[in-house]
């Protein structure tokens, strides 16, 4: 089978990675692509949003089956393009159609499936530039903290979270007066604060049958401790040792199930990921988000526990035949550190020449920030790259990734050097 990936990330790589080991797979393409894709599977210059491009490429190469990374070609409508076209819609396509991807497209949207289809989640409305005074009195009518969030797309970027009122009156202004996050800021959702741990759960689905892939808990902040910006994520482990059996036994029937059943009754044609962000408030499993698409760089973590071939997963996915796989994962700890450039997630520079550690069977490098230029590896990006230490325990698992996160050389580079240690204090592992 020839396979295209549609990305450029440490996500993208992962799903190459874990592709390439398939024997289903015969020819594996990513476009764009980074320096590490390149390494096993051939990258591809098209842009992810050029959908004529894409369907010249998938027809010359004989593709017959497409996997989407990011969300933006799925909110874009890449999905319906592709099932209403009488020479593309024979092509398996891993992804929901754009009113499915709504279900990240827009917090607002979102919001309301939830409330509608009875999925747990936190109290919440939503202001437009023109209803601003109503979201300030919203604001006065509680003690914070508050979370505010941009309705649209906006990079893993456009959530706010602040104890102090006026910073959070000011905020709202920003991002509806002032198009703080352009467009995706028009509509602003101001969301109840929960209290508790955050994972992400994620699950595949064909539409009516799904799998639930290991869970994984990521760190967005760019600073040791949580602290700092919003970052597209510094780190990830899985598994998560709070989500145990009982725990997920409520995630499936609280929120999976709830789901689906609303997804099959809004007539939503969704085949791929729901990304499912979830906040452990007490021992209740609560909705913080949901996404379209699998989490980068919560992919590091999770594809290496996978076992079966995903390619025949994806297959099955597209055939409406996921009730006949049986999913086997590792029980071993998966920790990945992701080391960034100087100033993300800010202005930060591009063009460093790399020195990068080689892997082994348990400890792998996922590439994402990179290119090739005159036969070096550069940075090419704010997230450069990612490394996922595998091992029976999740300490141990910390301490290989964090190892080759040290031995990466570049020109201002930066990483965590904490990730996991919260869950370790937890675990006592």
Excluded at 18 to 43: D, F, H, W
Aim: with cysteine.
């Amino acid at each position: 089978m020839n396979i295209l990936v549609l990305g450029s990330g440490g996500r993208e790589h992962t799903f190459a990675w874990k592709m390439a080991q398939s024997n289903r797979c015969e020819k594996l393409y990513v476009a764009p692509g980074n320096a590490g894709t390149s390494e096993i599977a051939e990258n591809v210059d098209i842009s992810i949003l050029d959908f004529e491009a894409i369907k010249n490429f998938v027809l010359e190469k004989e593709i017959e089956m497409v996997v989407v990374g990011p969300e933006a070609p799925l909110v874009a409508g890449i999905v319906d393009f592709f099932k209403q076209d009488k020479m593309l819609k024979k092509v398996k396509i891993i992804g929901p159609s754009a009113k499915g991807a709504m279900l990240e497209g827009s917090k607002d949207f979102s919001k309301d499936f939830m409330l509608r289809h009875g999925v747990p989640t936190a109290a919440s409305e939503t202001f437009t530039k023109d209803s601003l005074e109503k979201g300030f009195a919203y604001l006065d009518s509680y003690a914070g903290p508050y979370v505010l969030k941009a309705d649209g797309l906006a990079a893993g970027k456009g959530v706010i979270i602040t104890e102090d009122r006026e910073e959070a009156k000011v905020t709202l202004k920003e991002m509806l007066v002032d198009a703080k996050f352009g467009d995706a800021s028009s509509k602003v959702v101001i969301e109840q604060f929960l209290k508790g741990i955050e994972l992400s759960v994620f699950v595949l689905t064909d539409g009516k049958n799904y799998l639930i892939l290991p869970e994984a808990k990521d760190y967005k902040r760019i600073g040791v401790g949580d602290t700092g910006l919003n970052t597209g994520g510094m780190g990830a482990v899985s598994p998560v040792p709070f989500a145990d059996a009982a725990f997920m036994e409520k995630v499936e029937e609280k929120v999976v199930k709830p789901t689906l059943a609303g997804i099959q009754k809004d007539e939503i044609d969704y085949v791929g990921f729901i990304f499912i962000g979830l906040m452990n408030d007490g021992g209740e499993p609560y909705v913080i988000e949901y996404n379209v698409r699998m989490g980068d760089p919560e992919t590091q973590v999770v594809f290496p526990r996978i076992q079966t071939d995903v390619v025949r997963i994806f297959k099955a996915a597209a055939e409406g035949k996921l009730d006949k796989i049986k999913l086997k994962t590792t029980p071993k700890s998966a920790v990945t550190s992701v080391v960034v450039a100087g100033g993300y997630p800010e202005a930060y520079k591009k063009g460093h020449k790399m020195d990068i550690p080689e892997s082994s069977a348990d400890t792998l490098v996922f590439h994402a920030g990179t290119k090739h230029t005159e036969g070096e590896i550069v940075t090419n990006g704010g997230r450069v790259m990612a490394f996922t230490g595998l091992a029976k325990t999740m300490a141990a698992a910390v301490r290989k990734s964090q190892s080759m996160a040290r031995k990466v050389k570049y020109t201002g580079k930066y990483y965590r050097k904490d990730i996991g240690q919260d869950l370790l204090s937890l675990n006592n592992n």
